[in-house]
């Protein structure tokens, strides 16, 4: 009979996280290191990951903060050259990173610019390509040589609702703005981007012990106002958005040897949001 902890149990792997310090980064970071993991945290916010990591260090577990410009071919090697002389392996890639627009009150009154489609920048949609997809794809081909040496490995993307639904645009008015604000259209196809490399490398790597999947969040709260809260409660079956801990579970099954029989699937998290 198999031992139901023991099949979520991750003692002794490596876990490598990109935007590690974002709002769900950070949640994946702690949920992999209180499963046993070692984590090398990746983000922007320099700051912000190696605070992480002592965190991290608190809880007991073996982490480090690598500063990793995932646009680079170079520099996402020398992370994986870290990691491995570090940790000896690397056998989890979570890739979080990304650029996606805000619309929490912190950011919501630094935009300058609309989104809208008709003027969108040709530098901003570049920009977004190298980061969400061509970033993703560079971790995954870096990483990917010490699992194969290793004989096993998880890739897990993250995408978003974005990525399978087109952005109900109604939830980013507001009747008190004189600029009208716009999901622009980079979330969405780079998202849906990620599902369909996903599926390339999960049927790529067949028989190789290497398992990739996507987890596709529904929308985290994180201070939103009750308009645009109450706008997306009134989209999703469960009346809500997610709380930030609720990818973790979803997470860990991915990463885990829970999910050993799942390769090139889209794990969604999404309270509903595209069952209707």
């Given at each position: 009979?198999?031992n139901l902890?023991?099949?979520?149990?991750?003692?002794?792997?490596?876990?490598v996280?990109?935007?590690?310090?974002?709002?769900?980064?950070?949640?994946?970071?702690?949920t992999?290191?209180?499963?046993?993991?070692?984590?090398v945290v990746?983000?922007?916010?320099?700051?912000?990951?190696?605070?992480?990591?002592?965190?991290?260090s608190?809880?007991?577990?073996?982490?480090?903060?690598?500063?990793?410009?995932?646009t680079?071919?170079?520099?996402?090697?020398?992370?994986?050259?870290?990691?491995?002389?570090?940790?000896?392996?690397?056998?989890?890639?979570?890739?979080?990173?990304?650029?996606?627009?805000?619309?929490?009150?912190?950011?919501?009154?630094?935009?300058?610019t609309?989104?809208?489609?008709e003027?969108?920048?040709?530098e901003?949609?570049?920009?977004?390509?190298?980061?969400?997809?061509?970033?993703?794809?560079?971790?995954?081909?870096?990483?990917v040589?010490?699992?194969?040496?290793?004989?096993?490995?998880v890739?897990?993307?993250?995408?978003?609702?974005?990525?399978?639904?087109?952005?109900?645009?109604?939830?980013?008015?507001?009747d008190?703005?004189?600029?009208?604000v716009?999901?622009?259209?980079?979330?969405?196809?780079?998202?849906?981007?990620?599902?369909?490399?996903?599926?390339?490398?999960?049927t790529?790597?067949?028989?190789?012990?290497?398992r990739?999947?996507?987890?596709?969040?529904?929308?985290?709260?994180?201070?939103?106002?009750?308009?645009?809260?109450?706008?997306?409660?009134?989209?999703?079956?469960l009346?809500?958005?997610?709380?930030?801990?609720?990818?973790?579970?979803?997470?860990?099954?991915?990463?885990?040897?829970?999910?050993?029989?799942?390769?090139?699937?889209?794990?969604?998290?999404?309270?509903?949001w595209?069952?209707?």
């Amino acid at each position: 009979m198999t031992n139901l902890p023991e099949l979520f149990n991750l003692q002794g792997r490596v876990a490598v996280v990109t935007g590690g310090a974002g709002l769900l980064g950070e949640q994946f970071c702690q949920t992999l290191a209180e499963a046993g993991a070692n984590i090398v945290v990746l983000d922007v916010n320099e700051p912000a990951a190696h605070a992480l990591v002592g965190k991290l260090s608190q809880m007991g577990a073996k982490a480090m903060a690598i500063p990793t410009d995932i646009t680079s071919p170079d520099s996402v090697q020398d992370m994986v050259e870290k990691t491995l002389k570090a940790f000896n392996r690397l056998d989890i890639l979570v890739n979080s990173a990304a650029l996606d627009p805000k619309f929490d009150p912190k950011n919501r009154g630094m935009q300058t610019t609309s989104g809208a489609f008709e003027d969108f920048p040709l530098e901003a949609w570049k920009q977004a390509l190298d980061v969400n997809l061509t970033g993703t794809f560079l971790c995954c081909q870096a990483a990917v040589q010490p699992m194969l040496s290793q004989g096993a490995g998880v890739i897990i993307n993250v995408a978003s609702i974005y990525g399978l639904v087109g952005p109900d645009q109604r939830l980013y008015e507001r009747d008190d703005s004189p600029l009208r604000v716009f999901k622009p259209v980079y979330y969405s196809v780079t998202k849906a981007g990620i599902l369909g490399l996903t599926r390339y490398l999960a049927t790529y790597y067949a028989g190789k012990n290497i398992r990739v999947n996507t987890l596709t969040p529904g929308g985290v709260y994180n201070n939103h106002d009750e308009i645009f809260s109450n706008a997306y409660a009134a989209r999703a079956v469960l009346g809500r958005m997610a709380y930030k801990d609720e990818m973790n579970g979803a997470i860990l099954f991915l990463a885990s040897d829970a999910s050993a029989y799942m390769t090139g699937a889209n794990l969604v998290v999404d309270g509903g949001w595209t069952a209707w």
